[in-house]
């Protein structure tokens, strides 16, 4: 079993930065790649970045690839997501996942996910 707490949204102006946090308990984090998605208002959930167990593997969706940057941390069971040159289209809760196993883009393909923190990004 694993349990994920984000934080770290907020609002911020377009152009800007935020750095998501995702919380992780269970003893095979280190086993488990972990995922980023978000969803807006109206849309659904949507593939933003993921990595391997061992931080060795890291894949991004087209719209973020460039301006977002996913990292962990084992040590301290923590992933991340460095959010940079934020545009208002970014605006949405998301959310931190994870699965057993190679990392995947699909929201179904994750076992666990998190409550969910809110960024929003002013024009």
């Known amino acids: 079993q694993v349990q994920l707490v984000e934080s770290g949204g907020g609002l911020v102006q377009a152009g800007g930065s935020l750095r998501l946090s995702c919380a992780a308990s269970?003893?095979?984090?280190?086993?488990?790649?972990m995922a980023w998605f978000r969803q807006a208002p109206g849309k659904e959930r949507e593939f933003v970045a993921a990595?391997?167990?061992?931080?060795?593997?890291?894949y991004y969706g087209a719209s973020v690839k460039g301006r977002f940057t996913i990292s962990r941390d084992n040590a301290v069971k923590q992933v991340y997501l460095q959010m940079n040159s934020l545009k208002p289209e970014d605006t949405a809760v998301y959310y931190c996942?994870?699965?057993?196993?190679?990392?995947?883009?699909?929201?179904?393909?994750?076992?666990?996910w998190g409550q969910g923190t809110q960024v929003t990004v002013s024009s």
């Open positions: 990595i391997s167990w061992s931080g060795s593997g890291t």
């Open positions: 269970g003893r095979t984090f280190s086993t488990y790649s």
């Open positions: 996942a994870a699965r057993p196993g190679w990392p995947q883009t699909s929201v179904g393909e994750y076992d666990y």
